[in-house]
């Protein structure tokens, strides 16, 4: 009480003694007046104290016997009354220690009377209790009166108070050998700690002890003596004493004040002189005690065990072997030999019962089975006694399922009741009810017909007994059937959590500690030798030893507790059982392994691999490696073998699953058990957490786990964890639900158990994947000849090692990739080989994406060894892998792309490995990785790569899968141009350093730099490859690629040509231009003209592409028109070169065969190509109008420049953005006319070709059918009109030949016909007087020339009679129209051109001449009036020839097609006659126009008397 010395405190105590001396006055006023005045007079003392001390409690003390003494008087009135009121005041004072040594003996002696006269027992015990816990004024004789007195009234006749005395006495005993610790605790600075008593101390001398440590040692001694049933020396006056409370205060003593007997040697000496002989001496009974099988319950004899003895002993002996094993290590061995016998079978239920539950006290207690170890086990000559515990326990066990007990011996009358049979029915109890097939709720083991339940005894760790702590019984209790066997489950499972967590303590610190030199282990043990070591020997020598007592702990407990442990696994039907028996062989398998105890542990993990697969399961790696080598090491109880036992057939464990065996011939299905299915999970705990100590059980331990997947067909997922699969063989794998939940968790395991593989050390990897490896061949094996289900444990697994091991994946890369390439992915087994390659593709994927130190941008040898697998899957042929592998590219494009750097041309060349006969799949695929590349990547590569990415590209166009990916292929070449054009200069500069190099190293080598396009700088080299690529294209079979990838070139070379240096032009114009008209131009005309009914599925295909005839027209149209565009802009860049001219004519011959072609798209498009070279057109002209295709017989117009490469608007914008931004010749404005372009030859080569173009074209055919080709109004248009231009040009050389040949040209071109359904959109209609194209573009062309006449030299004006000629030959077709061969022409007015005809066989229509007749007459009376007195025209009688002309229509008149005709014809020769006629006659003389005037009488004659009526 902290309180009692405040001032309050103390005022409140004078206060509380006065007012109890006052009551005792009161009381004893009548019956016992000298107590009342010793009352009265103790009043006055105590003020007198109050006032006279300032320490007023001291002054207390000091005087307390005068003031305790009213109240001994008051006690000796013997009246309750007063006694309670005196031993309440009595108190107050013991706990404010006020009470002097005295007073306290005076104290004891009145309560000593008061229990001789058994008064107020309860309050005596209390009082003493008081006195002696709240101060130490109380030693000797007087403590030993006190406690003597305690003693006395445990052995009342009042339960009460001999419960309560037993408790006192208990507490007193403790207060004892308190008081000597506290004492020690005094002293202990001034008197260094005695060092530990030796055991063979002798020293019986207690006149050393301090007055505390006297008393304790008397008390201690006496109750020895008391318990031997011996007089007492200290404890005088005791008159009863039982030896069952005195074992209970021997225990207490020893259990709590273990220090006092290790400190203080005369204690040692008690211990070992008295206590153990005395314990040696009472288990004699038992030791000699047979249990005969027809024990009954009468009297006992002599000899019989006596339980409550017995069980005490058995506490008293745990606690001498727990504290004070160090002392007593001899005792020691003869107390463990005892426990041991006592499990023997023909000892009472009970003593097996406490013997089991001492023994495990000592199992809970890792260190001291450590000093067992060392001090017998170690030593020769000596008992095994650590061995010998845990094999005991083994037999005990065993003995319990081979024996089962027959009743308890101390209640076999209650046999019925008890159920103690060996085979219990376990739902005779409501609280166990059955379920179906003999799965019970209970917690059980049960082998072989016998069930023995699993109680709930204890937690795990603490051994808290039941039956020795039955202090209270008599009997000896029913033992319930199952308990021992519980206790000893309980033993085994902390024995080795205890043992294991002991040496693997011991092993972390060791590991810690030792860095290579020091090895220390530092292990806290009480044993001497333990400590003798550590003085002697160095560091070294004692790892070296502790090392040694770990291996013999092992070695001596392995066999058993794998026996019994076995054993259990097997009868055991209860969960939580099954999980500690397997916890335990799994950390005595890791600890064996970290031991590098290799026989041991491969036989824990054997029993956990057998637990774990169906029984009698045909697994080699099982039966052979470990079973054999520890059948010699079993040893036999009653004659039974119980090493390895093999599971019981008839076990009663829940299926929760049916699979299929993994075997090349699986027999029927096997079944797994839950119990199967806890196994497993114990496997794959100890592979995840002690994957480092496997070593070669690896092998074991996978096989096993691969097995079981395998039944239970989880299937691996991505990233190679098992997932739950469907059943793919059909119904044979079945699962409870129980399972399926499970199924999740135990993937995970799995899935850990590999991710663990991380912290294995490089050794330990290696063993792990060799056995993967070579786990996987026998899978692949197993796999070959048949399409079944492979197992695919060992590739998803070593997949997930690699994942796991990406820190050091260099050391394993090689066999891991090696293993997956040669081997699983050209595995005949498509389920196999699709594994691998989804293993080897997540490894490289991870690889790259892994953070490695140093980064892959730092290291590119590891770079370049993670893609190498990715290369080499390229020489696969399985279609299914390519797709793995392409799939692979593009997400390693997707997330690394940035960073590839070196390993640019390895990825690249994966995607231009695929074949044209790879499926369509797979081309997509890659052709997606390629996308990819051009749309993001084509910046971050290295620009040697860009070569590559061209040749791809192009590869992928000229595949014919997919004509999308053709189509889009050549939009990426054009996107590539656009990339090089934008940052050429940087690409021309990487790409000259490049070469430098690369040329410095083939100079050194002595070898030829040799790459395509050489001469050509390398920057030109990359443009020209991909003007090749592109002019594959071009003349692809595939008519839409033709089309796009013509476009492209173009766009290309028209909008990024002016990057090429200058001579790369002539490269450009002969090895891709020229060679690509070549080719189209043979492709064209050796097409098939077999009509194509569909263009693929249900496209229909227009008529004017029907044919691949017409498909190549158009091609070659494109091409045409493309080169001529080329020329046209690019002229000033191709003339300085040498070979101009040749290219010119080259560039004629190709528009000269092109519009000779019996094609009329072609033959048209050709002429506007000739217009464009001649720069009578400019190309950019239609860049906003919509494309559109022409047709074939119907040109969407035949204005001048309308007509140019259908889709090349868009591209040739490009073309001039890019001029002006260059300061080039901007290819829209009006072309610029140099002194170059004025080349003569030039232009009477294009007059040469104009001219044979004009007279094949229009000649008429000799024979004519359906298919005759007969040129198109449009065609012969657009002909005439290059006419004019071009006349300006050659006017200078243009001879009278020259007029001759183009008057048969026009000639022939107006004669031409045209077919009925052309006519709508040719002709006007009947009625309309108009001209069509082609005549106004021949009369065009007259027109030109004869200005040119007009104004040109004398020498030309000889040409103006050959003009009238020409032009009165049209006049005639008014009334004659031309014949065009043999060709039969309808009138248009009769011709049918009904739509719905469409197809029909086309009519010829002859054309309406009468307007171009009288148009032509118009002009001949306009030129005559102007050049009537020409030499020329007077010499060649023009005259007379105009009017012979005009005689026909005027004789006709009326006849006439047309009315008009004759009238104009009439005025006509009226106004040619008035200015005529004076010129004729002033060249009367000479003669010229004699022959006129009879032409003119006849023409008047004719005229005027018309033979012809009018219709």
């Known amino acids: 009480m902290s309180s009692t010395n405040s001032p309050e405190a103390v005022k409140k105590l004078l206060e509380n003694m006065q007012s109890d001396l006052r009551a005792l006055s009161l009381e004893c006023k009548k019956k016992f007046p000298p107590v009342k005045e010793a009352a009265e007079s103790g009043i006055i003392k105590v003020k007198t104290i109050a006032a006279r001390n300032t320490e007023i409690l001291a002054a207390l003390k000091e005087n307390s016997s005068e003031v305790v003494q009213p109240f001994l008087m008051g006690c000796g009135t ?104 506290a004492e020690d605790e005094q002293h202990r600075d001034i008197i260094e700690q005695p060092a530990l008593v030796q055991a063979n101390s002798n020293r019986r001398s207690v006149s050393t002890l301090k007055p505390c440590a006297k008393d304790a040692y008397m008390l201690f001694q006496d109750l020895c003596q008391l318990v031997n049933a011996d007089a007492p020396y200290w404890l005088v006056g005791m008159t009863e004493m039982t030896r069952t409370f005195g074992l209970e205060l021997l225990e207490s003593v020893l259990n709590d004040f273990p220090q006092v007997f290790l400190q203080h040697q005369e204690f040692s000496f008690l211990l070992k002189e008295r206590v153990c002989p005395l314990v040696i001496k009472l288990f004699s009974p038992n030791i000699k005690f047979r249990q005969g099988s027809n024990t009954s319950s009468s009297p006992a004899p002599v000899e019989k065990p006596y339980f409550p003895i017995c069980m005490r002993l058995l506490r008293v002996v745990s606690v001498l072997i727990k504290q004070f094993y160090s002392l007593l290590v001899t005792e020691c061995e003869i107390f463990l030999s005892l426990l041991v016998k006592f499990l023997d079978a023909d000892k009472p239920q009970w003593l ?139 033993c085994l499972l902390d024995l080795v959590r205890g043992i294991t967590s002991m040496i693997e303590g011991e092993l972390g610190e060791t590991e810690t500690e030792c860095q290579p030199t020091s090895e220390a282990a530092s292990s806290t043990t009480q044993s001497s030798e333990q400590q003798e070591l550590q003085s002697t020997a160095d560091e070294m020598d004692k790892e070296i030893v502790n090392k040694a007592v770990w291996e013999e702990m092992v070695n001596a407990c392995w066999c058993g507790l794998l026996a019994a442990l076995s054993l259990l696994l097997d009868a055991s039907t209860d969960e939580a059982a099954t999980e500690n028996i397997l916890k335990a062989e799994l950390t005595m398998a890791a600890l064996c392994g970290r031991l590098g105890l290799v026989t041991s542990r491969d036989a824990f993990i054997t029993a956990i691999c057998k637990g774990s697969l169906p029984p009698h399961y045909a697994l080699t790696v099982l039966n052979t490696t470990t079973a054999a080598t520890l059948s010699n090491k079993s040893y036999s109880i009653q004659g039974q073998s119980v090493m390895m036992i093999s599971p019981s057939s008839e076990s009663h464990q829940q299926v929760v699953a049916v699979g299929q065996p993994l075997a090349v011939q699986p027999q029927g299905t096997v079944m797994l058990t839950s119990k199967n299915i806890q196994c497993m999970r114990t496997l794959l705990n100890l592979a995840h957490c002690h994957g480092a100590v496997l070593g070669t059980s690896w092998q074991l331990v996978l096989a096993t786990l691969q097995h079981l997947v395998w039944i239970l067909g989880l299937k691996p997922s991505s990233g190679g964890a098992l997932k739950p699969g469907r059943a793919v063989e059909g119904p044979s794998t079945v699962l409870t639900t129980a399972v399926m939940t499970d199924l999740p968790v135990i993937s995970n395991i799995l899935s850990r158990l590999f991710e663990s593989s991380q912290y294995l050390d490089d050794v330990s990897l290696h063993h792990l994947i060799n056995a993967l490896c070579s786990l ?18 060992a590739v998803a697994k070593l997949l997930e090692t690699g994942l796991v091991n990406m820190h050091r994946i260099e050391i394993l890369w090689r066999p891991l990739t090696g293993h ?79 960073s590839l750097g070196p390993g640019w041309p390895l990825v690249l060349g994966v995607m231009g490995a695929i074949r044209n006969d790879q499926g369509e799949s797979l081309i997509r695929t890659a052709f997606q990785c390629l996308q990819l590349v051009v749309t993001d990547f084509l910046p971050t590569m290295p620009c040697s790569c860009l070569q590559i990415v061209v040749d791809v590209a192009g590869s992928f166009g000229l595949h014919n899968q997919e004509l999308n990916i053709s189509l889009t292929s050549i939009g990426l070449l054009w996107n590539i141009s656009d990339y090089f054009f934008q940052r050429g200069e940087i690409i021309e500069k990487e790409l000259n350093k490049e070469e430098a190099a690369q040329q410095k190293q083939a100079e050194e080598k002595g070898v030829v730099l040799n790459r395509p396009f050489h001469p050509a700088p390398p920057f030109d080299c990359l443009w020209l490859c991909l003007y090749a690529k ?229 000649k008429p055919p000799i024979t004519f059918d359906k298919l005759t080709f007969i040129p198109s109004q449009p065609f012969l248009t657009a002909l005439i009109q290059i006419f004019p231009a071009l006349y300006q040009h050659i006017k200078t050389g243009f001879s009278m030949d020259d007029l001759q040949k183009l008057g048969v040209i026009l000639h022939s071109a107006v004669s031409v016909p045209i077919s009925s359904d ?163 006659r002033q060249h009367a003389s000479s003669g010229k126009f004699d022959s006129m005037w009879p032409e003119l009488a006849n023409t008047f004659e004719d005229f005027l008397f018309t033979k012809r009526s009018r219709d």
Not at 132 to 147: G, M, Q, R
Not at 478 to 489: K, L
Not at 1393 to 1402: G, T
């Open 78 to 181: 013997k009246e309750p009354k007063i006694t309670q009121l005196c031993l309440a005041a009595i108190q107050r004072l013991m706990s404010h220690e006020v009470v002097s040594e005295t007073a306290a003996g005076n104290i004891i002696n009145m309560l000593w009377q008061l229990m001789e006269n058994s008064l107020e027992e309860l309050k005596l015990l209390q009082t003493v209790l008081v006195l002696l816990t709240t101060n130490t004024v109380v030693h000797d004789e007087a403590l030993s009166k006190a406690i003597v007195l305690c003693f006395r009234l445990h052995f009342t006749k009042d339960n009460i108070t001999n419960n309560t005395a037993a408790a006192t006495v208990r507490q007193v005993v403790t207060v004892v050998f308190e008081r000597m610790v």
């Open 352 to 490: 097996r019962a406490v013997a089991v539950e001492s023994i495990h006290r000592l199992c809970v207690q890792p260190q001291l089975l450590r000093s067992f170890c060392q001090s017998y086990d170690m030593k020769q000559h000596s008992t095994k006694v650590f061995r010998d515990i845990v094999n005991a326990l083994g037999s005990f066990i065993q003995s319990l399922f081979l024996v089962p007990p027959t009743g308890n011996p101390a209640t076999a009358n209650q046999a019925g009741n008890n159920n103690a049979g060996g085979t219990v029915s376990a739902p005779a109890n409501p609280g166990m009810l059955g379920i179906g097939g003999g799965v019970t709720l209970l917690p059980a083991f049960e082998y072989r017909g016998t069930w023995i339940p699993i109680l709930t005894i204890t937690v795990q760790g603490s051994a808290k007994a039941t039956y020795l702590e039955m202090l209270d019984k008599v009997e000896p209790p029913t033992i319930p059937e199952g308990y021992a066997m519980s206790v000893a489950f309980h």
């Open 776 to 793: 996987s061949l026998e899978a692949m094996d197993m796999a070959y000849g048949n399409n079944k289900e492979p197992s695919l444990f």
């Open 820 to 898: 997956l390439l040669e081997k699983v992915c050209q595995h005949p087994n498509s389920r196999m080989r699709e594994w691998g390659a989804e293993a080897l593709t997540s490894l490289i994927k991870a690889g790259l994406t892994f953070n490695h130190d140093p980064p892959l941008s730092q290291n590119q040898r590891l770079q370049l060894l993670l893609l190498n697998p990715l290369k080499e899957m390229s020489s696969i042929n399985h279609p299914d892998i390519r797709l793995k592998q392409l799939e692979c590219v593009l997400q390693i494009l997707q997330s690394q792309g940035d």
């Open 1030 to 1258: 592109l002019g594959e294209l071009c003349v692809d079979p595939r008519p839409a690629v033709r089309k796009s990838a013509g476009q492209t070139l173009f766009s290309t070379i028209g909008a990024h040509g002016t990057l090429l240096q200058h001579s790369t032009w002539h490269t450009v114009i002969w090895k891709v231009l020229f060679h690509l008209l070549d080719r189209v131009r043979e492709s064209s005309t050796t097409a098939d003209k077999e009509k194509i009914e569909s263009g693929g599925g249900n496209i229909l295909i227009h008529h004017s592409r029907d044919t691949a005839e017409k498909q190549w027209a158009e091609t070659w149209v494109l091409t045409l028109a493309g080169v001529a565009r080329i020329f046209n802009t690019r002229r000033y860049l191709l003339q300085p070169l040498g070979d101009f001219s040749r290219a010119w004519d080259v560039l004629l011959d190709h528009i000269q065969s092109a519009a000779l072609s019996k094609n009329n798209e072609v033959s048209l498009a050709a002429l506007k190509s000739f217009q464009e070279i001649l720069q009578i057109v400019s190309p950019v002209r239609d860049s906003d109008k919509p494309e559109t295709p022409p047709a074939v017989n119907v040109p969407v117009s035949v204005l001048l420049g309308s007509i140019s490469g259908p889709g090349l608007s868009r591209p040739f914008v490009r073309t001039d953005s890019i001029g002006e931004r260059l300061g080039r010749y901007s290819s829209s404005e009006p072309p610029i006319v140099t002194d170059e372009l004025e080349d003569l030859n030039l232009w009477w080569a294009a007059w040469n070709t104009w001219y044979r173009i004009g007279s094949e074209s229009t």
């Open 1318 to 1480: 052309a006519s709508p959109f040719i002709l006007p209609s009947y009625t309309e007087a108009v001209l069509t194209s082609l005549q106004e573009a021949v009369l065009t062309a007259l027109d030109v020339l004869q200005k040119a006449i007009c104004i040109g030299s004398e020498n030309m004006q000889i040409m103006y009679p050959a003009i009238f000629d020409q032009l009165l030959a049209f006049v005639e077709f008014s009334c004659k129209p031309p014949q065009y061969g043999q060709l039969e022409t309808k009138h248009i007015a009769n011709a049918k051109y009904n739509q719905i005809q469409l197809f029909a066989p086309a009519e010829w229509v002859a054309l309406n001449y009468v307007p171009f007749a009288e148009r032509s007459l118009e002009v001949v009376v306009d030129l005559y009036q102007k050049t009537a007195c020409h030499k020329a025209v007077v010499n060649e009688k023009v005259l007379q020839n105009i009017i012979k002309t005009l005689r026909f229509p005027l004789s006709l008149k009326y006849s006439c097609p047309s009315e008009s005709t004759w009238k104009l014809a009439v005025s006509s020769l009226l106004k040619v006659l008035s200015i005529g006629l004076p010129v004729a």
